[in-house]
């Protein structure tokens, strides 16, 4: 019998590399109904549903402006406190949302993943995509603060629309992408080794704060940590995404590249890690 | 030539014991760095899975070179005791894990079910459940919207629908997973025995679900421990034990080998070397084993009794000395203790010897058992405790091999001697 008439075949190994689209392709509904449950099922049972969206950057924008602005006397580079954090809240936090999330993914799902078979990067997907939408949701919000500010005459509205049409979407899937690969390496390694999912929430909170989100660039350039922040590939992303929306950020051609294309190897990484942890973790976790 | 639908190469897969921890990963590491120099790492030891035995090696073949073919539109019986392999053969075919080696070859789209309500979700309705469920199964968005309403109907939870299912009594939820699983119309479906648990109505329509799939002209790998519907619905069957396929044919007489043939006659376990022994510095083992009280047939079955033998080196002088042994059914529960006094008023003498009884016929019912032994001192202190010593299984007697597989309910299989008179005409 001629060979091409199989539609599947299993082997001990594939190519690692390979990310099977056409296969992802066909799970699309899944993927669909697993972003919607995301969103849905995680307010569930609440007063007040989907506008807890809306609260945790505010109350976080809030803490920091009186702590990092009034009393610490941080400089914002002549932009708004309150914008500057929204901005750099609501932007860590989809980074800081999807690594956390994906890096459970075998952990969370290995009952599923034990009893049926689905293309099992559908997970993270679901994830990075359910925070997308909590994303594009805060966006908005901070759309709707800088016109609130304007109106009341606190700050004026400074967005590049260049920029915006055109660096933001690039910005956004690097930094969603960057999640993705590193909460699905750490995934990876915890289905064997679990010292790495004590790693995950502190390492956030480290990093967040070798990131300029609760100062700009150009306050920490001059102090002896800014060599950390320069060589961290998510400096570039948040200070174009702060320049597009706010008129304000430093970054150069150069600095945007080396962060992109350090996302793109990570993530090519991950998924290497993520096909050959998923074949035979069921035995192990 | 017939058509394939699924074809399965030299299958093995092998499974590493133990915990992983810090000895793993300096394993991970040698082999890794033994993979860099080029010199690469040891040969492993790998055994055969046979769990009545302790074994040597870190590695044990769950599976080893399994070959077989379905054809497509036949329904295919897997049977085997359990540890035999089936459970790994489902999950390598339903792509959850991986083989070894090996390679297997599918046709047409495949599902499986080894259990109902994968992935339902505690806080959504039973609505968003069935998209979930079905979705997690391999089902499109419209195929499922298609036969929404059957699925609904067929569950019988309509009125429940747009409730969460945590709020579900556990009947409701299994009917909704199972209406949903009922309504996949793939090419080719694995079912393992865990769907047939439940109430017998549950089981019937789980039956008759599979009879009407395999009418369909499709391809069904049905894993059961019930042989009376395995030669009902298959029309082949393959037997597995310890890893490796022992018999393949028409299911009929692959389910007439593993009851007759396919099983140990006696158990028995026996040390040579005394240092290997289980024991210690009061007792050790020689031999134990269980047997057939009749010798002229080869099965303990119900109505052969069972003679049980132990023999062991005494060490202590000048005690007083018991044996006892327990013996527990499948489930657990512990059937008798009996025993003896093997010394008294402290008169205990070093030695070899042999204890043995027997238990009559027609007194346990049908099942698997695995006995404790106990040698104590004056009824109070443990000289030596072995647990699960030995394991054995209890057969239906040959009468009622035929038509009727079903176990008689009870833990006890007696055979009284009943009496039946008319007392008046009215």
Known sequence: MENNSWTRIIKPKSNPFELNLREIWEYRDLLYILVRRDIVSSYKQTLLGPLWFFVQPILTTIVFTIIFSNIAKINTENVNPTLFYLAGITFWNYYADCLQKTSGTFLANAGIFGKVYFPRIIVPLATILGNLYKFFVQFILLCIAIGVLAIMGKASVNIQWLHALVLLPHVILMIGLLGMAS???????????????????????????????????????????????????????????????????????????????????????SVFLFNRVEKNFVDII | MQEKSISVENVSKVYRLGSVGSKSFTDDFKSFVGKVTGQGSKDKNIEENDRTSIGQSEYVYALKDIN????????????????????????????????????????????????????????????????????????????????????????????????????????????????????????????????????????????????????????????????????????????????????????????????????????????????????????????????????????????????????????????????????????????????????????????????????????????????????????????????????FEIEENGANKGSNLKRSPGILRPNFDWKYNLVDYV
Request: aromatic share 12%; charged share 20%.
């Open chain 1, 183 to 269: 909460g699905n390496i750490i995934s990876s390694l915890t289905v064997k080794y679990r010292d790495f999912s004590f790693l995950v929430a502190f390492g956030t909170q480290l990093l967040m704060y070798c990131t300029p989100v609760i100062y700009p660039l150009s306050y920490a350039q001059n102090s002896f940590f800014g060599a950390f922040v320069n060589i961290n590939p998510i400096t570039p992303l948040i200070e174009a995404f702060r320049y597009s929306m706010l008129g304000s950020g430093t970054f150069t051609p150069l600095t945007l590249l080396y962060s992109s294309a350090f996302c793109i190897l990570t993530f090519t990484l």
């Open chain 2, 68 to 391: 077989f073919e379905v054809n497509t539109g036949e329904v295919l019986g897997v049977i085997g005791k359990n540890g035999a392999g089936k459970s790994t053969l489902l999950k390598i075919l339903s792509k959850i894990t991986a083989p070894s080696t090996g390679e297997i070859k599918i046709k047409g789209r495949m599902a499986s079910l080894l259990e109902v309500g994968t992935g339902f979700h505690p806080e959504l309705s039973g609505r968003e459940n069935i998209f979930l469920n079905g979705a997690i199964l391999g089902m499109r968005r419209h195929e499922i919207k298609a036969k929404f309403d059957e699925i609904v109907e067929f569950s019988g939870v309509s009125r429940y629908v747009d409730t969460p299912v945590k709020r579900y009594s556990s009947g409701m939820y299994v009917r909704l997973a199972f209406a949903v699983a009922a309504h996949l119309e793939p090419e080719i479906l694995i079912i393992d025995e865990v769907l047939a648990v439940g109430d017998t109505e549950f089981q019937k329509k789980c039956l008759g679900k599979m009879k009407d799939v395999s009418g369909h002209g499709r391809t069904v790998l049905f894993v059961s421990h019930n042989m009376a519907a395995i030669k009902q619905l298959c029309h082949r069957a393959i037997f597995l034990k310890n890893g490796g396929l022992l018999k393949e044919g028409d299911a009929k007489s692959v389910v007439d080998y593993y009851l007759k043939d396919g099983r140990e006659i006696s158990i028995s376990k026996s040390w040579d070397n005394l240092n290997d022994a289980p024991g210690n510095e009061n007792i050790r083992l020689k031999k134990i084993s269980v047997s057939p009280a009749e010798s002229e047939t080869d099965i303990i079955s119900i109505e052969t009794g069972i003679k049980f033998e132990i023999e062991y080196v005494n060490y202590v002088e000048g005690k007083t000395t018991d044996f006892t042994m327990f013996l527990f059914n499948q489930d657990e529960i512990m059937m008798f203790e009996s025993g003896i006094i093997l010394s008294q008023n402290n008169d205990s003498v070093k030695g070899h010897y042999k204890i043995s009884t027997i238990i009559p016929a027609y007194y346990l019912n049908s099942g698997e058992y695995h006995i404790n032994i106990v040698f104590g001192e004056s009824q109070r202190y443990f000289l030596y405790l072995h647990n699960d010593i030995l394991s």
